[in-house]
């Protein structure tokens, strides 16, 4: 999913060509790096490399709105290293304590070498529940990234010259691709309704 939100946020950036100023390593690699941050913006910059559609940093350095002020891309273009980024780290994460646990001994008791017996907990499951919430959580950021660009990309006012709902002609007479942006935000809630973490039920019997 994480591999499928860069291939889908360098498409996005195509169409409405935006800028790649955003994916550039030194504003990672310096600024802020965080592993699957570097990992994403360089997804990104290769993903995107001989593209004739986006803009470069010096063209966007001209480019002004109405009233003369420079041009930013949406958060949901701009910040694709930072949230999918941050979803590929939280899934290291989860990985690492997921295949850790695997390799781990979770019996009760535990013998081990000259007869010593070990009486604990290492059957709970808090380490792995804590990470699946954490990785549940950071999910439905790509959920929302996405249905941020899909109704940027069908927008007319914002899609850069595209047409509206990205239908051939005569549009609200045909409805083009708004029938896929409909159900997105619908999504969306029900990805939140489902991400309260469910670690913090417990209650320990005794």
């Known amino acids: 999913l994480v591999r499928q939100a860069e291939v889908l946020g360098a498409l996005s950036a195509e169409a409405l060509r935006a800028s790649t100023s955003p994916f550039e390593a ?7 790096p965080h592993p699957g941050q570097l990992d994403t913006a360089a997804n990104l910059r290769a993903l995107l490399e001989g593209s004739r559609r986006v803009r470069t940093h010096t063209e966007m350095d001209h480019a002004v709105d109405d009233e003369g002020h420079p041009i930013q891309d949406a958060y949901s273009l701009r910040c694709i290293p930072q949230i999918v980024g941050a979803e590929r780290g939280t899934l290291h994460h989860t ?3 997921v295949r850790r646990d695997l390799n781990a001994s979770t019996d009760n008791p535990l013998l081990f070498e000259h007869g ?3 009486h604990g907990g290492n059957f709970h499951g808090q ?5 699946m919430d954490f990785a549940k959580t950071a999910m439905i950021q790509l959920s929302v990234l996405s249905e941020r660009r899909t109704n940027r990309l069908l927008a007319a006012s914002l899609n850069h010259g595209l047409p509206a ?3 051939g002609a005569a ?3 045909h409805s083009g691709f708004a029938g896929a942006q409909y159900p997105a935000p619908a999504l969306v809630a029900e990805h939140r309704a489902l991400a309260p973490p469910a670690s913090i039920q ?3 019997a005794h």
């Open 165 to 167: 709902f990205l239908v």
């Open 95 to 97: 990985c690492e304590v």
């Open 202 to 204: 417990r209650i320990p």
């Open 26 to 32: 030194l504003g990672h690699e310096v600024a802020r």
């Open 116 to 118: 010593m017996f070990f």
């Open 127 to 131: 380490p792995v529940a804590f990470a």
């Open 171 to 173: 549009p609200g007479l």
